[in-house]
């Protein structure tokens, strides 16, 4: 689904208040109903360019560009695992870690 749809619904609800409000003469539950829409209108249209400004947020050089998640490294033992198949750059929780170099000789 495109980013714009917020943005165009948002200006349809602008659209539709406007209408209800002048055909009720802007008075008793007509301005109620135009209120109520230009409201909702406006909601999604700071919504939707609130959606737009932020973006996907994906990158090749991001840990979080599949599936998302933290882009840094905790240290919780009761954490969700995530099981990776091959190679993988993530951040998230160390599930086993080292504390130094075992060497058999």
């Known amino acids: 689904m495109s980013k714009f749809v917020k943005d165009v619904i948002g200006g349809v609800e602008i659209a539709a208040g406007i209408v209800v409000g002048a055909l009720s003469g802007w008075t008793g539950i007509g301005l ?17 360019i609130g959606t737009l400004i932020a973006g996907s947020g994906q990158s090749i050089v991001s840990p979080t560009s599949v599936g998302g998640g933290t882009a840094f490294a905790t240290r919780n033992p009761i954490a969700s695992r995530q099981v990776i198949y091959g190679k993988a750059v993530t951040g998230g929780t160390f599930a086993f870690e080292r504390p130094f170099e ?4």
């Open 102 to 105: 075992i060497t058999h000789r």
């Open 32 to 48: 109620l109903f135009a209120a109520n829409l230009i409201t909702a209108g406006v909601g999604q249209v700071l919504s939707g």
